[in-house]
Nanobody, 128 residues
Framework: QVQIVESGGGSVQAGGSLRLSCPVS??????LGWFRHAPGKEREGVAT???????SYADSVKGRFTISKDNAGNILYLQMNDLKPEDTAMYYC????????????????????????WGRGTQVTVSS
């Protein structure tokens, strides 16, 4: 297992943007995604990307967030635009080595089995 380390979080005002990053070279041939967890709320799958580049998003972020990989497939990104206070949460990058296609935000929410890996998360705080 290679450690996953998320970065790019921070504090922004509503309407602002952030881009989260996560090195994933070892996992680039598997489904990758992001989930988030806010205090007092359930974990929520945010976005996923398959090895063929197909993406899937939670309804709450569609049109505002974009998941992508760099050209070499080594870094996973989550571009977050038009951020809202309800986007405030810890964001986690996930690699699921049990699948290469068919990822969905719902399938990237813990609890996950031993075929999934994620890091310690990066905090995103959006103020109104």
């Amino acid at each position: 297992q290679v450690q996953i380390v998320e970065s790019g979080g921070g504090s922004v005002q509503a309407g602002g943007s952030l881009r989260l990053s996560c090195p994933v070279s070892v996992y680039t041939t598997y489904c990758l995604g992001w989930f988030r967890h806010a205090p007092g709320k359930e974990r929520e799958g945010v976005a996923t990307i398959d090895t063929d580049g197909s993406t899937s998003y939670a309804d709450s972020v569609k049109g505002r967030f974009t998941i992508s990989k760099d050209n070499a497939g080594n870094i996973l990104y989550l571009q977050m635009n038009d951020l809202k206070p309800e986007d405030t949460a810890m964001y986690y990058c996930v690699a699921r080595i049990d699948k290469a296609y068919g990822g969905s935000p719902e399938s990237f929410v813990p609890p996950l089995d031993d075929s999934s890996y994620w890091g310690r998360g990066t905090q995103v705080t959006v103020s109104s």
